[in-house]
């Protein structure tokens, strides 16, 4: 019998951003599972290799380390945090392996070593911004978690509403791993400035806090609200609906999603996981992009990193958020950007909806505010 193919999984079953990690190894798993129920991949069943680098950077790359330099993987899947990416894709590139990145980040890079598969800036905060300049203003209040992320995200979300006329009231950080009592600075400077908008880049375990605590203050979501990057269906299960209510967020994919591909998906990662489990994005994008490096294995005959690279040149897949493909100009992918609002169930419900893919553009070098159209909102606040 012809031995399995071997995917490395680095997703943090422990530590502070656990509860969206597991997202991303469950999705994972599934995609694998219904892979090898179809009879694998050129004839031979991938076998995962699951570590848990428990949020942390240096483990990250030490259970990285581990998984190239003995030949168990040759391909890696994970990582959430940009400080864990970053951990990790020098040992990859200098292993000549490939890292699939799952998640939204700050763009801003490239590695002929990574397939980046979650949204670039281009394909999110762009569109977040043009639909929040409309429904609610442009005095915004950045409050975001102390790492390299929220910095760089706040920096181009300050340049586009720079671009608008708007403006920065204050930027507030907290730490990665926040008590409750850590936001109350934010929520002091949100009453003193009275902002149009609060945009957090809080991750993890905060995110539930910091909502919990805006609601706790009184705000009204209705003409304030939390817009977010980082607060998909996994944080929203750690809130009460009246915290979640309201407030915004910007993603290819949110569980909602009609269609046949992503009720699937969603159907399936339920009955595998839970009636009740989250689906966020980031397990959409950790789902197709195993999909993705099945089809480029087959097409390659080979999981050598470079071949795999090649062929997904050529590979499109029918994810649940839609048709996606790899650039390869930029080993970025073509996505859906999306955006929706919490109702009073604390589920979200779509707003804005691209009406073709969008090429990602990592660097921001043509796309503009004005490439966005008023007339793909769907409704304004209520």
């Known amino acids: 019998m012809n031995p399995p193919w071997r995917f490395g999984l680095l997703c943090s079953q422990t530590g502070v951003t656990a509860r969206v990690e597991t997202t991303q190894l469950n999705a994972s798993l599934l995609a694998i599972e219904q892979l090898n129920q179809a009879g694998g991949v050129a004839g031979r069943l991938i076998e995962p290799l699951v570590c848990d680098p428990a949020s942390n950077p240096k483990q ?7 998984l190239l330099n003995h030949g168990r993987a040759r391909l890696l899947f994970g990582c959430y945090m940009s400080s864990t990416r970053k951990a990790v894709l020098p040992l990859v590139e200098s292993y000549r392996g490939l890292l699939f990145y799952p998640t939204l980040y700050e763009g801003f890079e490239y590695s002929k070593h990574c397939i980046y598969t979650g949204a670039a800036p281009n394909q999110n905060s762009m569109q977040l911004a043009r639909y929040l300049f409309g429904a609610y203003g442009r005095r915004f209040f950045f409050v975001g978690s102390n790492y390299v992320y929220p910095y760089e995200s706040n920096r181009i979300m300050a340049e586009l509403i720079r671009q608008a006329g708007g403006a920065v009231l204050d930027e507030i950080y907290v730490p990665l791993a926040p008590q409750p009592g ?37 705000f009204d979501p209705v003409r304030l609200p939390i817009a977010s990057l980082t607060t998909g269906e996994a944080e929203v299960a750690d809130m009460t609906p009246e915290a979640a209510c309201g407030h915004v967020t910007a993603a290819p994919f949110f569980d909602i999603l009609p269609g046949p591909a992503a009720a699937g998906f969603v159907s399936a990662y339920r009955a595998r996981f839970g009636a009740d489990a989250p689906v966020p994005a980031a397990a959409e994008a950790a789902y197709f992009q195993v999909m993705l490096a099945a089809k480029a294995i087959g097409q390659a005959g080979s999981d050598d990193p470079a071949l795999v690279q090649a062929a997904l040149a050529e590979c499109e897949y029918d ?21 929706a609002r919490l109702n009073a169930a ?4 779509l707003v804005w909806n691209a009406r073709t893919p969008v ?24």
């Open 359 to 382: 090429k990602p553009d990592p660097y921001r070098v043509t796309q503009t505010l004005d490439g966005w159209p008023d007339d793909a909102v769907h409704q304004p606040p209520a």
């Open 182 to 218: 850590d936001f109350e600075k934010a929520i002091r400077g949100i009453a003193r400035t009275k902002p149009d908008v609060v945009f957090s880049t809080v991750v993890g375990e905060g995110t539930a806090m910091f909502h919990d605590a805006f609601h706790k203050a009184g």
């Open 319 to 339: 994810a649940p958020q839609g048709r996606v493909r790899i650039d390869r100009d930029n080993n970025h992918t073509y996505l859906w950007p999306r955006v």
């Open 346 to 349: 604390g589920r979200f419900e």
């Open 60 to 66: 990250f790359a030490a259970m990285a380390e581990r």
